[in-house]
């Protein structure tokens, strides 16, 4: 392994679904000399696509990460990578990736350009801050367009691309590159499998175009590099290539530009230069900004700086379980460095555990290491408690890092084991697949007592129930498809609980005056604030009256869906100085939160999704039709090449099931749909009396089944 922190690159790789990601992983481990031979998605190969479910459908279920080695400008780099996944249902994956990462190489179609989750996955790398160059893949498929995709990235995503590459031809006759850092034209041996390339005379009708874009790159770093707008403006001959190197690294770095290439992954053309690109502008560990955090104990930020002199702390991204070595937890070293068999804490469950076994991750094989230090991403095995976000540190200098926040699932399904015998199996395998993926949950339905799981889609939880069956051995049976409603607060109430309980000796008291109203912000959870004065209720029941009010924000009082937000104040109370306790409180809390929330007129709120169609121009009255049916609205509409119209509209996810079915029917088979979750929003009351029916229904014939 690298030792220097200057050769480490922890980088990811992420698109839009069916953009070329697994695939250009499969090359770059294949040019590093990772695999002898390279592995094909369409063939079930994939060393990254390690799962069955992704082997059989050919897509990407989980974030596999991996380490591989690359010589540039003779040094030698060391990339950790992690492949995510671009099915928006599993964007966790994307989400916790990022956290932990410095650096992202973004895939776009050179057919297709951005798309629905290619914006997402862009939104979700500037909220985390990081830089990133763009690589436009696919440029042997007909209708490969380089610079409309540049211009794409620019206009959608509000970035500012600089093309590093000028292509040399398009569809079936690409064969190369110009580079315009270096002026060179490369062109690809196809017999080795792209392994080498040779450099060409410039071709004579990309002369005048490459003049062009170099000059565009060298204007752009102008803008930004007063040292390359000196040489630039007097003395261009001396704009040397490492100039332009260092500059391109240090406004990548700074999220000034992004660098863009092109190639095809497939057809073994240009994936070399991705990783001269990663090396040489993407930053390393050093190069990132200090990480804070919050000490535990004085609860005042600290910082801690990416070297091997600081105490150690690491951020928990990923749980994940293994047949034989159990349960792996996959974290990222941000300063310091620990061992096998030593001692780690864990800032969030206060407790001291041994990490009996370090692995390097390669895909689903671990390699065994005896010391990770900054900059590493690695996993380990042994930890008794840790959940997705724990911090991990040294006991003596502890510190919190900031947690990753996650989507709520907007998808509920109905399952019951299809044998009594495997009830406990099916708890079992719940609770290991919740520990894995925080945005899938479970719970019990109070109106008809069955067990739901929840997801960010469909193909989530079908997903789930297929790794059900085929890892825990539980079969289920599932009921339809249910959209995960959310119930809304929408007005003050002010309310006095008075809990009083008398059994003989030592009773139950707890007295609470509280404010209950929707939070002002848009913020989601609940805010509690604490108003007592003068001891009316110790302190230290406070902290149970807030749990109790927690808790039942899972509960509403409408259907028993989660409150979105609320906001509670304590105003007053009494407690009784033998009788009270904390659990005493807690009731009071649960009990009074319920009956206030009642009154605060309650609304429900449903999913909706953003929804994007390409359908030819003939079907679209029958498919904004369709749509006007489903209570959609219709956004905007652009039109494509070859009289294709893309429809971008807002449709609740409850009239969504089963689209793409209808959707074919309408179109004769041509048009597609991408659809990712965007608001939550008010359900009109007819919608309101059908579900009240439909529990209601479920309730009275589980009790006849009784």
């Not at 040489?280 to 609860?299: A, F, H, Q, R, W």
């Not at 947690?403 to 699932?409: E, V």
Request: aromatic letters at 8%; glycine letters at 6%; charged letters at 25%.
């Amino acid at each position: 392994m690298v030792k220097d922190l200057r050769y480490i690159r922890n980088i990811g790789i992420a698109a839009h679904i069916d953009a070329g990601k697994t695939t250009t992983t499969e090359r770059i481990l294949f040019y590093t000399g990772i695999n002898h031979k390279i592995g094909e998605v369409h063939d079930g190969t994939a060393t990254m696509d390690w799962m069955l479910q992704e082997q059989e459908r050919g897509i990407t279920i989980t974030s596999a990460a991996t380490c591989c080695e690359w010589i540039c400008n003779d040094e030698k780099y060391q990339i950790n990578i992690i492949d995510t996944p671009g099915h928006v249902d599993f964007t966790v994956e994307v989400e916790r990736s990022m956290r932990v990462l410095d650096g992202m190489v973004v895939l776009f179609s050179a057919v297709d350009g951005v798309e629905p989750q290619s914006e997402t996955v862009w939104r979700q790398a500037d909220k985390y801050a990081i830089p990133r160059i763009a690589f436009v893949n696919k440029m042997d498929r007909q209708g490969a367009d380089f610079l409309d995709v540049c211009s794409q990235i620019k206009n959608i995503l509000g970035a500012n691309p600089v093309p590093l590459q000028i292509p040399i031809g398009y569809g079936d006759d690409f064969i190369g590159v110009v580079d315009l850092v270096t002026n060179q034209a490369i062109v690809w041996n196809e017999n080795d499998y792209g392994m080498s390339y040779k450099n060409i005379p410039i071709p004579n009708d990309l002369k005048d175009l490459t003049l062009k874009y170099r000059n565009n790159l060298i204007e752009n770093l102008s803008e930004f590099d007063d040292d390359i707008m000196e040489k630039f403006l007097y003395n261009n001959s001396s704009l040397s290539r490492e100039d332009i190197i260092r500059s391109l690294h240090e406004n990548t770095i700074n999220m000034k530009i992004i660098p863009i290439l092109c190639g095809s992954s497939f057809k073994n053309k240009g994936v070399q230069s991705i990783l001269d690109a990663i090396c040489c502008y993407l930053p390393s560990p050093i190069e990132t900004k200090d990480v804070i955090g919050i000490n535990p104990i004085s609860k005042k930020k600290e910082i801690r700086k990416p070297t091997e002199n600081e105490p150690f702390s690491a951020l928990a991204f990923k749980i994940s379980s293994d047949p034989f070595v159990g349960r792996l937890a996959f974290f990222r070293v941000y300063s310091g460095n620990i061992e096998s068999g030593s001692y780690s804490f864990n800032s969030r469950s206060g407790n001291k555990e041994r990490i009996s076994r370090i692995y390097q991750m390669h895909a689903n094989k671990q390699n065994p290491v005896k010391k990770v230090r900054a900059g590493d991403i690695a996993a380990i095995v042994g930890f008794k408690d840790i959940k997705t976000g724990d911090t991990l540190c040294d006991q003596k200098n502890p510190i919190l890092l900031e947690n990753i926040s996650f989507p709520d699932p907007v998808i509920g399904l109905a399952i019951e084991p299809k044998y009594k015998s495997d009830i406990d199996k099916m708890s079992n395998a719940l609770s290991k697949l919740m520990e894995e993926d925080p945005t899938f949950q479970v719970r019990i339905d109070d109106y008809t007592g069955q067990t739901i799981i929840s997801g960010m889609g469909e193909l989530h939880l079908e997903i789930i129930v297929d790794r059900m069956k085929r890892e825990f051995k539980v079969e289920v049976n599932q009921g339809n498809p249910e959209v995960e409603y959310k119930e809304a607060l929408t007005s003050l109430v002010e309310h006095r609980e008075i809990y009083k309980k008398q059994t003989g000796g030592r009773g139950k008291y707890a007295d609470i005056l509280f404010r209950l109203e929707p939070r002002k912000s848009r913020l989601t959870g609940l805010e509690f604030i604490n108003k007592i004065k003068g001891g009316n209720i110790p302190k230290e029941y406070i902290p149970s009256i807030e749990k109790g009010c927690r808790d039942m924000m899972k509960n509403g009082p409408l259907f028993g869906y989660e409150i979105d937000n609320a906001k509670v104040t304590i105003l007053d109370g009494s407690y009784h100085s033998v009788d009270s306790d904390q659990l005493s409180f807690e009731l009071a809390s649960r009990i009074g939160f319920r009956e206030a929330a009642k009154k605060t007129n309650p609304i429900l709120l449903e999913p909706i999704m953003k929804l994007e169609i390409i359908v030819p121009e003939e079907n679209m009255g029958d498919v904004i039709g369709d749509l006007n049916r489903r209570r959609g609205l219709i956004q905007k509409m652009d039109e494509s090449k070859n009289n294709i119209k893309i429809i971008h509209a807002t449709v609740p996810l409850s009239e969504m099931f089963g689209y793409v079915t209808i959707l074919r029917t309408l179109s004769s088979g041509r048009g597609t749909s991408i659809m990712e979750f965007s608001h939550y929003d008010v359900v009109p009351r007819s919608i309101v009396d059908n579900i009240l029916e439909k529990k209601s229904t479920y309730k009275n014939e589980r009790i006849k089944k009784k």
